[in-house]
Every structure is written in structure tokens, then in C-alpha cells.
């Protein structure tokens, strides 16, 4: 079975600073990758993606990730923390055929002024 | 183009009702995610449905329900409410093919049951 864990709950982070946001999956094959980014009482919107080739992935607000195989990770990046990326980040997993992911529990970012 | 819709936003149930959900996705796309989103469970997937058809289904009780229509539109039942159902709804859209596989969320429908 496929699984995701982010092992940090809470993160605080000076704005200005950089951030790493930490994620290891669990699965059988090849996974398909994903980061989410929520606001509060918000739906999820996808900040980037890894399905192959390049390990190194660029998303939208300066995200961008880095998969690594022989760890089973897939930590998130940020080099400068703005004020607006306070959020909670999820990162998932899915199977190539099928609209099915399997989330961590997130990690919560506060970012200080 | 239009992002994916979620409506009701927000919804109050007594306990022992009866509830549907819809969800409209992103014009061309065929599959429909549903999960449920609790501070205690996180984010758990409930069932996809591609092309009318179920296409995978999550670990939750037969209270839980679902289908679509022809024009992709995707509805969520949930029978005999519970407080425990109290949560937030997201619905995701994809192509639902392998080669492009990233869902899109919608804002969520926020159940609360009383």
C-alpha cells in the first residue's frame, strides 16, 4: 500500500528565509509525485508535479522539488519565504491510471515578519 | 478557463439527515475524486469516478455514495449523518489518463452535522 509522511507538523520561518518542507512515500513502483498548498478554509491548489525525467521540478511561486529515488523523497523548496506562503502544504502520491492520491499529514508553515 | 466548482460552500445537518454534495470539474475532463478533509483523519480519498463509472473506491462506509453524469458532473451522497461526517468535501478533477494524471481541487463544501 502507498503511503506519504511529512514528519514536520509545524514549521516557523523568518520571512526572507529559506524553507525545506520535508516528504517520504511509500510505493511500489514508480510514483507519480505532487505537492498541494492550502490556505484556511480553502480547496487545494497544486503548486508542482514529478512524473519523470528531471528530478529536479520548478512549480508556480517559486516552489520547486527535488526527487530522490534512493531515499523515497520528494522535499519541497522554497529559497526565499514571502509573507503570503503561510499555509498548510501536503504532499501526495497517485498511481498512474486513476484520480486516486494518497496525502501526508501536512505541514503547517507560519512565516515571522 | 473555469476552475472547479463545489457547491454548497457550506452546509448544516442534523444528525440522522441525509446530504448531497456536487461538484461540477474542469470542462474536458472526465474524473471526479471525492475526499474527506478532518483535523484528526486528514485528507482521505472516499471514491473516483471516470466516465460514469466508479473507478476506485476509498475505505468508507456504504453511507457513503456517489455518481455521475454524462457531462462529468459529480455528485456525493452521504445517508444517516453522523457528527463524525462533520468535514470538509473537496472534489478533484483530472483527465484522468495516465499521462496527465494532477488533479485540481475545488474550494471544498464544509459539512457540519449537529
Known amino acids: 500500500a502507498q503511503s506519504v509522511t511529512q514528519p514536520d507538523i509545524h514549521i516557523t520561518v523568518s520571512e526572507g528565509a529559506s524553507l525545506e518542507l520535508r516528504c517520504n512515500y511509500s510505493?511500489?513502483?514508480?510514483?507519480?509525485l505532487f505537492w498541494y498548498v492550502q490556505s484556511p478554509g480553502q480547496g487545494l491548489q497544486l503548486l508542482l508535479k514529478y512524473f519523470s525525467g528531471d528530478t529536479l521540478v520548478q512549480g508556480i511561486k517559486g516552489f520547486e522539488a527535488e526527487f530522490k529515488r534512493s531515499q523515497s523523497s520528494f522535499n519541497l523548496r522554497k529559497p526565499s519565504v514571502h509573507w503570503s506562503d503561510a499555509a498548510e502544504y501536503f504532499c501526495a502520491v497517485g498511481a498512474p491510471a486513476g484520480n486516486k492520491l494518497t496525502f501526508g499529514g501536512g505541514t503547517r508553515v507560519l512565516v515571522k515578519p | 478557463k473555469a476552475g472547479v466548482t463545489q457547491t454548497p460552500r457550506y452546509l448544516i445537518k442534523t444528525r440522522g439527515q441525509q446530504v448531497t454534495l456536487s461538484c461540477s470539474p474542469i470542462?474536458?475532463?472526465?474524473?471526479v475524486s471525492w475526499y474527506q478533509q478532518t483535523p484528526g483523519q486528514g485528507l482521505q480519498f472516499l471514491f473516483e469516478y471516470f466516465s460514469e463509472t466508479q473507478r476506485n473506491k476509498g475505505n468508507f462506509p456504504g453511507r457513503f455514495s456517489g455518481r455521475q453524469f454524462s457531462n462529468s458532473r459529480s455528485e456525493m451522497n452521504v445517508s444517516t449523518l453522523e457528527l463524525g461526517d462533520s468535514a470538509l468535501y473537496l472534489c478533484?478533477?483530472?483527465?484522468?489518463?495516465?499521462?496527465?494524471?494532477?488533479?485540481?481541487f475545488g474550494q471544498g463544501t464544509r459539512l457540519t452535522v449537529v
Open positions: 478533484a478533477s483530472s483527465l484522468g489518463t495516465g499521462t496527465s494524471p494532477e488533479a485540481f
Open positions: 470542462s474536458g475532463h472526465r474524473s
Open positions: 510505493y511500489g513502483a514508480t510514483p507519480y
